[in-house]
């Protein structure tokens, strides 16, 4: 069974940083795609970022250049690194594990809990 856990969330001033982590349980990363959604209050869960089991890593425009995303297979674990943090990245950030299409869609298979990121202004 897999389970992912998020965690690293947090409140920070604009400008600050962030790093998210999100340990899976249940079969390996370096095997698998692995992705970062964030849900605002009211809005859609979006794409932010993706590291497939090549290393590819995919990036939301609002993000690129300011969030990293990194594997440690030891670990087991993904990252997101978050830098020049905007009150606009304000969401529930989510980790996810091997999609069923493009990895830009929200559409992946096993799904953590989630973790608060709230940037103040």
């Known amino acids: 069974q897999v389970q992912l856990a998020e965690s690293g969330g947090g409140l920070v001033q604009a400008g600050g940083s962030l790093r998210l982590s999100c340990a899976r349980s249940g079969g390996t990363i370096s095997l698998s795609t692995m992705g970062w959604f964030r849900q605002a209050p009211g809005k859609e869960r979006e794409f932010v970022a993706a590291?497939?089991?090549?290393?590819?890593?995919y990036y939301a425009d609002s993000v690129k250049g300011r969030f990293t995303v990194s594997r440690d297979n030891a670990k087991n674990t993904i990252y997101l690194q978050m830098n020049s943090l905007k009150p606009e990245d304000t969401a529930v950030y989510y980790c996810a594990a091997d999609p069923q299409r493009s990895v830009i869609e929200a559409e992946y298979i096993y799904w953590g809990q989630g973790t608060q990121v709230t940037v103040s202004s």
């Open positions: 590291i497939t089991w090549s290393v590819n890593t």
